[in-house]
């Protein structure tokens, strides 16, 4: 299935591609991994160019001739949502001839591991939720909009049983935003359980919860389809 995201491969103006080729490319590379690293643990419309410069260790004056801001979160978004994207396939793979429960064991395992490890599409979506809804639209947030709605879509194809679209919906959406919940404030949930935010422990009761949560409704699906 092509997964698709809105505003891919939107240009940034010709006036801000200066320095083309494999110096301007490794610029531009520089100053995105240093924009990811501030994007992702300061919001949106807090962040500045010298905050991203001083991370980076470069002058924030660099940045201009490559980018807005809006055009650098954009890039950060669709970097590590390419990543994401990319590592959704492999979630799915085989699950459709698994039993409920193990198949969505499998798929939490995956999905955990993962965002465990890169948990920088939560952690984006953490700090710009709210801001949103204060300041109004944040550049390139459609594209999360847009994972969701492909997400609903693989996990679909592979789940047994029967969906209609409200309740794939609700299963889908309340299942993803639990785990950008429990793993974006992890340090907080963690806490509160006594345990590390980043630990065996708190990864396992994350996939407790879940698999309590939603494999009562996935094996219903299974048996109405019988």
Request: glycine share 6%; net charge positive; charged share 25%.
């Amino acid at each position: 299935m092509k997964i698709s995201i809105p505003g891919k491969n939107k240009k940034c103006s010709k006036d801000r591609w200066r320095g083309e080729g494999s110096k301007g490319a490794a610029t531009r590379k520089m100053i995105i991994a240093a924009g990811r690293r501030v994007f992702r643990s300061h919001p949106y419309h807090t962040a500045s160019f010298r905050m991203i410069a001083q991370e980076g260790g470069f002058s924030f004056t660099l940045i201009n001739h490559y980018f807005t801001k809006a055009e650098l979160f954009e890039s950060v978004v669709e970097e590590v949502m390419e990543e994401l994207l990319a590592a959704s396939k492999t979630w799915m793979e085989g699950l459709d001839a698994m039993p409920a429960e193990k198949g969505l064991s499998l798929f939490l395992d995956r999905v955990l591991a993962y965002l465990f490890d890169n948990p920088d599409p939560v952690l984006l979506l953490m700090q710009n939720v709210a801001e949103g809804d204060k300041d109004g639209e944040i550049p390139g947030f459609d594209r999360f909009s847009a994972y969701v709605s492909e997400a609903k879509d693989m996990i679909i194809q592979v789940a047994p049983g029967e969906y209609d679209s409200d309740r794939a919906v609700w299963w889908v959406y309340s299942m993803i935003n639990l785990m950008i919940v429990y793993i974006g404030a992890s340090s907080y949930h963690a806490k509160v359980l006594g345990v590390a935010p980043r630990s065996p422990e708190y990864k396992n009761w994350i996939k407790q919860s879940l698999m309590y949560l939603f494999l009562p409704r996935l094996e219903r699906s299974v048996k109405s389809k019988k």
